[in-house]
Structure formats: structure tokens, C-alpha cells
């Protein structure tokens, strides 16, 4: 049976980068770029869920550290011409001016600055606990926010930057996701990811069972960080273009919706809700244009495609309370007998 | 059961949704004598207004000249809902999708700079309408405005401030947050310690952040300064809220603004005391400024009964601009169109007379206005420096 269950998975493995391979050749530009962005916003969405699903702390604060992410990675790899009209205002600090770093390097520095950002904030954040524990790190974030906003010779302020190498290909964006989904299934399978359920469950009890609750919640929080900061860099590298109003807390909501729709706790299900709300919010585009049904043509109606999309979000939360997945995983087993069972049905 | 049924329908919903979509793009493609300008806008979001008033010109625009060397135009409109990525993906839909010919947008110029590399790549001419930043168009030769820059409006205001009011040293309030105060608030310190010849001109600079209610500390120190005159460019509701306290906290000297200023908001908010506040703009409907002023005033209070604002005409501009394009170009090529588009100059637009530099920037007269009884009143028209 296990041997079975990994053939399988190897096949899905070949299966996934064929169709990959597949994507890349036939995309345009239009449907590649949605690809890209359901690969970044599931490496983001994994990395809220480890703090918010896993180790059931409640954080507000991932925008902030794709901030710091996106931010270092630009300021590494913009080239010193296109730092000098960026920063017209005023001069760029000296020693950035002429550093000009391959992509991957910058985009290990961005997620490693983005997780020591994570580790100091967390050391005194951490003590708190549920909605406090949401507002201090939504406080957090707003600041980081604020310090880019004023640190006109560091980040070009409110300007933002433009002109950032567009690095971010198929290859890039999938690659971290899929490194991403593997990391995190190979660290809740481990000691640490038990030790974290384990917090979730009940922190006393885990406690008594010898955990050490504040480093393993420390430890979350600056992997969280260090994966958020990478897939903020790669959104700005998708984008050519960042500045600090983009990392509002709207944008933490926007990943908080897919870890809540895909099942606070689960891998497959953040995986399914990235990809589910960023087609959609694409697909239904149509219903902001006018609509020819043949007898008579209905006026687009602008915002109405966030009315369906949200009522869409409300009826699957209502029918799935615990999100599509809930803390389940995906297998072939489970996949094996859900299919036997609908087999059993059949003929009935 | 209930469930199953339940979901059966929301699929059906979805795959409603997906079959329309589909019929709609076969009938297009049924009539290809329709050439297509994309607009991409916030329609959604906190920047809804903005869009709005830019799509109305647009839209004004289309209906009073809806054709183009004897091809139908149609406009094809997305929301980019006030955000970075969503103006991505608009543009790029605009680009691949729908295969426009050129594309207007957007409002608020973050949006604009994250269609940029990507109408860059693909060679689709692109018009902002009121997107004042720099950045925008520096090092793309596919972006273009019909709306001056900051610095412009920075140096008329400057200009304004010292030649008019007789000010020689000045104070600065500026929305850190605010890419657009911060360009403004920067090129008017240049230009006024260029005109007075002073390096101190300049007497402070106190900065606040958006959505902030309070704005006594930042004055009460400005007010130690004694300067002549304060240049506080900004949202309309900080800075009524701003002049409305410095007025309570005793200051009586004249407090200058940017073209932001020009909403009814500003009015509501601040009552009596925004009396006697400067600002520059880009419009005035009270001295049509070119034949097609008068002709767009007239249409425009036809169609929606109100006065339109400047954004409206500037959308408005955009749209004539790509068409004369278009026209000098004599095809739809989109880098023939492109270079057309550079090459306008004197071109009697609605919200004045746009010829465009060579980073694509229009270079156009601005207006001054003031706060009297409770409405905006024309003071002057100050020309470009060419």
C-alpha cells in the first residue's frame, strides 16, 4: 500500500511539472501572470497558516514582513541606473547605490532580513495571547509601513520604486511554492510540527508534556516571516513596481481569506484556495462588463463582481464552516475510498 | 440532500457566469470593424471616486466622438480596484485579452506605475489622465499624461507665493504618505529658495501622515517660525482639517494648496475657515480655456446637471488625444500610434492647451483659484515654461 502511495505521488510529481511545462508554452502573457500569482500567494498563504493554523496564533502582521522581503530584494537588484531615477527626490543612500545582486542571493537576503525582522518582533509580541496578540502584530506591520513611508533616502518613500527586473517567471514563483508545500508537509510530519499542533491544541497541557512553548512559538512565527518576506519579494519582481501603500492590512486579509477558505490548519486546502481565489477574482471580471444574454444586453455594473465573489466566500463558509478542507490533508488513501464509496453509489 | 442541492446550484451560478462570458467574446469577434481603447480604473475600493469622475469624461468623450478613420470606437473598461496587483492583471487583460489599441488610466498613480513595464513590453500606447507623479512616465516611452507634474504645479505655486503675495520665507506642511504632497512640497522648496536667492527660505518642515485628525503640534511650531506664507499640499480632508486649526490657533497668513484642494469635501469640511485658500489646478469651468472646453462644459452639464471636475476633463483630454493620434498616424499600428502620441503639441484639449516634452508629460497652463463665499473663484492663468 505505501509503496503503491508513493508511485502515485511520483507520478503526480511528473504530472504537475508537464503541466507545467505545458502552461508555459501556451499561456500568453495575460493567463501566465494569474499562474505566477497563485504560486506566490500560496507560498504567503502556507506561511500565514503555519502561525495561524498550526500553531494557532492569530497574527495580523504578514504584509509587514512581505513589505521588508520586497523591499530589500528591489533595493538588491535594482540596477544603480534605475536606482538613480528612482531616486530623484533625493539621493539613495550611498552604499546601495551600486549594488546589483543576482536574483537568488537577493531573494534568500530579503527572506532572511524579513525572518530577523520576524524574531525581534515576536520575542516581545509572543507574550500575548488571541486578540491582542492580532492587534499587536497588525501594529506591527502598520509600522514597519510607516518607517518605509519616512525613510525617503532608504526606500524612496512614498514614491515607491520603480523599474524592478521582472525575475519572477513560472520557474521562480512555482519553484518557491512547491519548495514551500514540501517544507512545510515535511515539518508538520516532524517533532516540531506535532509540538506545534500540540500548542494549538492546548498550550498548558503541551506545556506539561515538556514542550518548550515560547521558543516553538518563536521559531513558527520567524519561519512564517522568512517565507512571507520571500514571497513578497517575488510579488514585487512580478509587479516592477512596489511602494509602501501596498503593504496596507487590506493585504493581510487578502491571505488571511485563502487560509481561512482553504481550512485553518491545512496545507491542501491553502493550496486550493489560493489557486480558487485568484482565478475567480480574474473569471468573474466578466460580470463588471456588459453581458449580452441574446433577447436583451444588462449594463455592467461596476463592483459587482466583488458582490458575487463575496457571496460565493459566504455560501462555501456556511456550508463548510471549517473551511473546504477543515485540518485535513490530502492522500490516496482518502482519495482511494471517497472514489470506492461515489463506486458503491453508482448503481443504486 | 438539501446541501447537494444547495451546491448544485451555486455550480450552476458559476457555470452560468462562464458560458455568458464565452457567448460575449464570440459576438466580438463577429464584428471586427470596432477598434478597442482600454480603460482601466479603481472602480472599486477606496480610490471609487476618483475612477468614476475620470471614466465619466471618457465616456463623454467616446459619445461625442465615437469614431476613428471611419472605425466604430469602443471602450473596454476594468476595475482595478485600488489595488497594485489588480491594476496589473487589468492591464494586462487589456493587453491580451481584449487586444486593445491603447489604454487611458489610470487614477492615482501607483496603479499607473504597475501597468507600466508591462504596456512597456507589449507596445501599447498608454495615457494617463491625472496620475501626476514622475515616476510614471521617466524611462517609458509607451507612457504618457495629459496633466502637468509636480513640478511644475510646485514652481507655479512657488512663483505664485512670491511674485503675488510677496512672501519670502515659508513653511511646509507636508502628507508623508503621500507620494503627490511630498513631489509637490519638494519642487515648491526648490523653485522658492531659487526665486528669493535664500537657502533658509525655507523655514520648516513639519509632516503628517494620511487619515490623521490632528495637526496642532505640527502647527503650533510652524507658528513660532513666523513665516510669511504656508504651503500645505495634501488629501482634501487632512488639509481643510489643517487650515480650519490653524485658523483656530491664531494663524492669519495665507495657506497655499495643490489641485487636490478642489473638492466639494473640502468646502464641507472646512466652512469659514478655508476662506481666501490658493490652490493650483488643472481646470476652471468659469473661463472655458479652448473651443473644446466650452463644447465639453456644455455636453457635460447636459448629460449628468452638475460642473465636472478637473479629473473628468483631464479623462476627457486622454481619450482626444489617443483619437488625434490615431488620426495624424493614419492606421492603427500601435508604435505608429505611439509616436504620434509624442509628437503632440498644441493640441487644444479640454482642460487646456497639451503639448507633450520628451518624457511625456503634457506642458500646459495652469489655473489658480481661491475659497470665496463658499465656492472655488478663477484668480489667474499662469503659462508653461517652455
Known amino acids: 500500500m505505501k509503496r503503491k502511495n508513493s508511485v502515485l505521488s511520483f507520478a503526480g510529481v511528473v504530472f504537475c511539472l508537464l503541466l507545467l511545462l505545458l502552461f508555459n508554452k ?4 495575460y493567463k501566465m501572470r494569474i499562474f505566477n500569482l497563485c504560486a506566490i500567494y500560496i507560498t504567503l498563504g502556507l506561511s500565514l497558516n503555519l502561525v495561524n493554523g498550526f500553531t494557532g496564533l492569530f497574527s495580523l502582521g504578514h504584509a509587514g514582513f512581505m513589505a521588508v522581503g520586497a523591499y530589500t530584494c528591489a533595493l538588491l537588484t535594482l540596477s544603480p541606473a534605475n536606482k538613480e531615477m528612482n531616486f530623484f527626490l533625493q539621493p539613495i543612500l550611498p552604499f546601495l547605490a551600486n549594488t546589483e545582486w543576482p536574483f537568488f542571493p537577493a531573494l534568500l537576503v530579503s527572506g532572511l532580513c524579513a525572518a530577523i525582522i520576524g524574531f525581534l518582533i515576536a520575542a516581545p ?25 519616512n525613510t525617503q533616502r532608504l526606500t524612496n518613500g512614498a514614491l515607491g520604486l520603480k523599474g524592478l527586473p521582472n525575475y519572477t517567471n513560472v520557474w521562480w514563483s512555482w519553484g518557491v511554492a512547491a519548495l514551500t508545500i514540501v517544507f512545510m508537509i515535511r515539518l508538520m510530519r516532524g517533532s516540531y510540527g506535532k509540538a506545534l499542533k500540540s500548542i494549538r491544541e492546548d498550550e498548558i497541557a503541551a506545556e506539561a508534556m515538556g514542550i518548550d512553548v515560547f521558543r516553538h512559538k518563536v521559531i513558527s512565527f520567524t519561519i512564517s516571516s522568512f517565507f512571507a518576506g520571500i514571497g513578497g519579494a517575488l510579488l514585487g519582481h512580478l509587479l516592477g513596481t512596489i511602494d509602501p501603500l501596498m503593504f496596507r492590512f487590506l493585504l493581510t486579509f487578502n491571505i488571511l481569506l485563502i487560509v481561512v ?6 496545507i491542501t486546502g491553502t493550496v486550493i484556495a489560493a489557486i480558487v481565489v485568484t482565478v475567480l477574482m480574474e473569471v468573474l471580471r466578466v460580470l463588471d462588463s456588459s453581458i449580452d444574454f441574446g433577447l436583451f444586453v444588462m449594463k455592467g455594473i461596476p463592483g459587482l463582481r466583488m458582490v458575487i465573489f463575496s457571496a460565493l466566500l459566504m455560501a462555501v463558509i456556511l456550508f463548510y464552516q471549517r473551511g473546504l478542507m477543515g ?8 482519495l482511494g475510498k471517497r472514489l470506492r464509496r461515489i463506486k458503491k453509489r453508482g448503481p443504486k | 440532500m438539501k ?14 457566469v462562464f458560458i455568458t462570458g464565452c457567448s460575449k467574446d464570440e459576438g466580438k469577434e463577429a464584428e471586427p470593424e470596432v477598434i478597442k481603447i482600454g480603460v482601466f480604473e479603481p472602480m472599486t475600493g477606496a480610490n471609487a471616486a476618483g475612477g468614476a469622475m475620470e471614466i465619466e469624461g471618457v465616456e463623454l468623450a467616446n459619445k461625442l466622438y465615437p469614431e476613428v478613420l471611419g472605425k466604430k470606437v469602443e471602450l473596454v473598461i476594468v476595475d482595478n480596484k485600488s489595488d497594485k496587483v489588480e491594476a496589473a492583471n487589468a492591464a494586462t487583460r487589456l493587453v491580451d485579452k481584449d487586444k486593445v489599441t491603447a489604454i487611458i488610466g489610470s487614477w492615482g498613480s501607483s496603479f499607473s506605475m504597475a501597468a507600466g513595464p508591462i504596456v512597456q513590453n507589449s507596445q501599447v500606447p ?11 512616465t521617466k524611462g517609458n516611452e509607451y507612457y504618457f499624461r495629459v496633466c502637468f507634474i509636480d513640478p511644475f504645479q510646485g514652481t507655479v505655486m512657488a512663483n505664485y507665493a512670491y511674485n503675488e503675495l510677496g512672501a519670502r520665507k515659508t513653511a511646509i506642511v507636508q502628507e508623508i504618505s503621500n507620494d503627490y504632497s511630498v513631489g509637490l512640497a519638494k519642487f515648491y522648496t526648490d523653485a522658492f529658495k531659487a526665486l528669493t536667492g535664500d537657502e533658509k527660505a525655507i523655514l520648516g518642515v513639519a509632516n503628517y501622515n494620511t487619515g490623521d485628525q490632528d495637526f496642532t503640534a505640527q502647527l503650533t511650531n510652524l507658528k513660532q517660525l ?6 500645505a499640499p495634501g488629501n482634501y480632508t487632512e488639509s481643510a482639517l489643517l487650515v480650519k ?13 495643490g489641485d487636490t484642494w478642489e473638492a466639494p469635501e473640502f468646502l464641507d469640511i472646512g466652512k469659514a475657515a478655508v476662506e481666501g485658500s490658493v490652490f493650483s489646478t488643472f481646470f476652471t469651468t468659469e473661463v472655458p480655456i479652448t473651443q473644446e472646453s466650452e463644447k465639453f462644459l456644455e455636453e457635460y452639464r447636459k448629460a449628468y446637471g452638475k460642473e465636472p471636475a478637473s479629473v473628468t476633463a483631464l479623462g476627457y483630454d486622454a481619450y482626444l488625444v489617443i483619437l488625434d493620434a490615431i488620426k495624424r498616424a493614419g492606421s492603427f499600428d500601435r508604435v505608429a500610434i505611439r509616436d504620434a502620441i509624442a509628437e503632440t503639441s498644441d493640441f487644444p484639449g479640454a482642460a487646456g492647451i497639451i503639448s507633450l516634452d520628451e518624457n511625456g508629460d503634457a506642458v500646459k497652463s495652469a489655473v489658480i483659484k481661491q475659497v470665496k463665499d463658499g465656492g472655488f473663484v478663477y484668480l489667474t492663468t499662469v503659462e508653461p515654461i517652455k
Open chain 2, 245 to 257: 486649526q490653524a485658523r483656530e490657533l491664531g494663524i492669519t497668513i495665507p495657506i497655499l494648496g
Open chain 2, 126 to 136: 498608454t495615457v494617463g489622465a491625472s496620475c501626476t507623479n514622475p515616476l510614471v
Open chain 1, 327 to 334: 485540518t485535513n490533508e490530502f492522500s490516496w488513501d482518502s
Open chain 2, 3 to 16: 446541501k447537494t442541492c444547495t451546491l448544485l446550484a451555486c455550480g450552476l451560478l458559476i457555470l452560468a
Open chain 1, 26 to 29: 501556451t499561456f500568453d502573457s
Open chain 1, 261 to 266: 477558505l482553504g481550512g485553518i490548519g491545512s
Open chain 1, 125 to 149: 509580541v509572543l507574550r500575548l495571547k488571541d486578540d491582542y496578540l492580532a492587534i499587536a502584530t497588525l501594529g506591527f506591520s502598520e509600522i514597519i509601513r510607516v518607517i518605509f513611508t
Open chain 2, 226 to 231: 513666523n513665516p510669511d506664507v504656508i504651503f
